[in-house]
């Protein structure tokens, strides 16, 4: 049986923290300004864009809300971007992902300035992460840090197996754990033996976009598993990349879908904003 890692629990705590501090920022004269842009109207972004706007409502951030039409040019966008990057009321930039095919999203990101990209997308803020200085980190692996320190589990010198290779997730969340000074393997979908190196995890972070990939014959015993998947399954309920029923009973933690990662990205996107103001 598994100790179960409750990321809205934590998540909460994270945002009460950072909620004491917006308040005594303020009476120093101090607000953080979010500024966050959508382009077009994809269901899933306006969802978690209104979540981003309520979780800075509940803090006490202030937010700047862009909607943008699916057919604005690239150069508006990147327009828009200066004048935010130059507008000294703001402190964080955050352009929804994904953009429509028509605009070069690495342009995009490299277009805000490094010092409001909250995001952590930057090639400067990237850079700092893997170089040991300060930055932005991204919000969903710097939210699996948080979840493993606040469950008391050591990291130094453990074997952390981490799939997916994406920039959002997988490189970045295997940058921090070796920042954390866990020894770490990098798996990806052109992995030979996947499952030979992930039974050597003590520590395994999945992120493969795979609804439940990964079953208890992939995961050694008393391990910790990380699931950052989150997938609509035909029955409307939610699963991750982990099969959730089969792993449990031989993991020694395990974070839920929905419940676990997923309210983490926010509240450290919330503790970046927070960051640009200290
Ligand atoms: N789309 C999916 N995840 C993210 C994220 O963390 N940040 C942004 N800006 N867009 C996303």
Redesign the pocket.
Known sequence: MAHIIDGKAISQQIKDELKEEAARLKEAGKTACLAVIQVGKDPA?SV?VNNKKKACAYIGIESLSYELEETVSEEELLSLIRDLNGNPAVNGI?????LPAHIDEFKVIQTISPEKDV?GFHEKNVGALNTGGKGFVS??PAGIIQLLKRSGISTAGKHCVVIGRSN?VGKPAAALMLRENATVTICHSRTQNLKEMTRQADILIVAMGRPKAIDADYVKDGAVVIDVGIHRMENGKLCGDVDYASVEPKASYITPVPGGVGPM?IAMLMENCMSAIR
């Open positions: 972004s978690y955050l352009v929804q992902l994904p995001d919000c969903t959002i990205t």
